[in-house]
Nanobody
Framework: QVQFVESGGGLAQPGGSLRLSCSAT????????IAWYRQVPGKQREAVAMIAGDGTTGYEEFVKGRFTISRDSAKNTVVLQMNNLRSDDTAVYFC?????????WGQGTQVVVSS
């Protein structure tokens, strides 16, 4: 069973930055488009940004210009650089494939944006 492992979350002030990392097996990163998702309690999980094997990226409108997704193939990681954070970015952030697969959800990493 494959599971993504997310890290890098924490507390940031509005306007601040955090850098999230996500790791999994090489096979997964080579085979699938990878995305960051986030979930707020009581709300549906939503996609944030995605990256394909050729480096093509895509972003939801609410993070465009603020978040950057990248991949380090040598380390089998996908990074989400989050700048100019807002309070409504507070959520648990997860990695998964596109489309997401139920067996691949990890524990996520908590991001709290608050002054």
């Amino acid at each position: 069973q494959v599971q993504f492992v997310e890290s890098g979350g924490g507390l940031a002030q509005p306007g601040g930055s955090l850098r999230l990392s996500c790791s999994a097996t090489r096979t997964i990163f080579e085979k699938y488009v990878i995305a960051w998702y986030r979930q707020v309690p009581g709300k549906q999980r939503e996609a944030v940004a995605m990256i394909a094997g050729d480096g093509t990226t895509g972003y939801e409108e609410f993070v465009k210009g603020r978040f950057t997704i990248s991949r380090d193939s040598a380390k089998n990681t996908v990074v989400l650089q989050m700048n100019n954070l807002r309070s409504d970015d507070t959520a648990v952030y997860f990695c998964n494939t596109v489309p997401p697969q139920n067996d691949y959800w990890g524990q996520g990493t908590q991001v709290v944006v608050s002054s």
